[in-house]
């Protein structure tokens, strides 16, 4: 089981970037998907995440009207769509599945698959 996160680079304030994780090896149509990212020196956070139907979808609240998440089942990829960027979204940004639901949809632990994360830097 594979999940490439790619689509990562430098973008100056205000900009915009796509972020894409493609799953392979198994499918995870039925799941969660969704979007985490850890600046140097701080925790992982939750980002995004978008249920298997694309009904249920989740942020945080920082990033809020910026971005969007979206996912294509067909090609069992999910997408982040990132506009208005700000410095402060600078970090590696890591996709993720959820196959359980012990826990919630917003913590690190509720995820069982990771990619290998993208940077994502923005200037000022």
């Known amino acids: 089981v594979q999940l490439q996160a790619y689509g990562g680079g430098l973008v100056q304030a205000g900009g915009f970037l796509r972020l894409s994780c493609a799953a392979s090896?198994?499918?995870?149509?039925?799941?969660?998907m969704g979007w985490f990212r850890q600046a140097p020196g701080k925790e992982r956070e939750f980002v995004a995440a978008i249920s298997w139907s694309g009904g249920g979808i989740y942020y945080a609240d920082s990033v809020k009207g910026r971005f969007t998440i979206s996912r294509d089942n067909a090609k069992n990829t999910v997408y982040l769509q990132m506009n208005s960027l700000k410095p402060e979204d600078t970090a590696v940004y890591y996709c993720a599945v959820r196959t359980a639901n012990y826990y919630s949809i917003y913590e690190v632990k509720a995820y069982d698959y990771w990619g290998q994360g993208t940077q994502v830097t923005v200037s000022s």
């Open positions: 090896g198994r499918t995870f149509s039925r799941y969660v």
